[in-house]
């Protein structure tokens, strides 16, 4: 058994947010478990190709779409699960910060870097 706050995780810029880290494939565990920032009025393009991801909202707004148009608002207690490598955007609302928690599976080493631009969805 071990504990870690997210204190003593340094947050990671990654590019319309942070990242902190807090358990990684070096823990072991076979997941790994993020708390991500997403700035206000932010949108990004994203997409895990070898990670599948779910992300519980813990504070903020914001929404999540697929690449079909489909627009998912996300609030406090919504969890939304990207369960077959989608391609998505993600914004948080233009009036606050959106918090999550996010999960990946296989778990990401924490060295992961996003690449935003307008031409594709950064992955990783």
Known sequence: MFTRSVNDVEAVEWGAGT???VL???DNMG???AR???RKGTESKLEYRNHLEACYCISGSGNVEDTEGNVYPVTPGVIY???KHDPHYLRASDHE???LLSIFNPPIDGTEKHVLSEDGFSSY
Request: net charge negative.
């Open 81 to 83: 699960v990207l369960d």
């Open 19 to 21: 990242s902190q880290r």
């Open 24 to 26: 990684t494939a070096k």
């Open 97 to 99: 910060d959106m918090e």
């Open 36 to 38: 991500t920032v997403v």
């Open 31 to 33: 997941f790994a478990v």
